[in-house]
Nanobody
Framework: QVQPVESGGGLVKPGGSLRLSCAASGFTFSSFTMNWYRQAPGKARELVAVITTGGGITKYGDSVKGRFTISRDNGKNTVYLQMNSLKPEDTAVYYC?????????????WGQGTQVTVFS
């Protein structure tokens, strides 16, 4: 089955940290750009972070710059999202997404999401 699987979500107080993991199987992980998205209740899905195939380029949404770090281990087929200085507005379901454009066809795989709740 081709599906990324997220883990590491949970409850945390403001200012705390969490590390999300996304384990991939069923596709050539190292050939895919990996993204983290999030969606809060009643809001549109938001792109949080992007990392290219080799990990050399990363990009972040403005709301998480300087607080979140995306990384990947191609040997373990896993992408991570280190989240520090968490705020209540970071509360959302976080989704892992794998994308690749090959021969004019876009491969696009999504995980089922993991809940992150930041509360005081």
């Amino acid at each position: 089955q081709v599906q990324p699987v997220e883990s590491g979500g949970g409850l945390v107080k403001p200012g705390g940290s969490l590390r999300l993991s996304c384990a991939a199987s069923g596709f050539t992980f190292s050939s895919f750009t990996m993204n983290w998205y999030r969606q809060a209740p009643g809001k549109a899905r938001e792109l949080v972070a992007v990392i290219t195939t080799g990990g050399g380029i990363t990009k972040y949404g403005d709301s998480v710059k300087g607080r979140f770090t995306i990384s990947r281990d191609n040997g373990k087929n896993t992408v991570y999202l280190q989240m520090n200085s968490l705020k209540p507005e970071d509360t959302a379901v976080y989704y892992c997404n794998a994308v690749r454009l090959h021969d004019l066809y876009e491969y696009d795989y999504w995980g089922q999401g993991t809940q992150v709740t930041v509360f005081s």
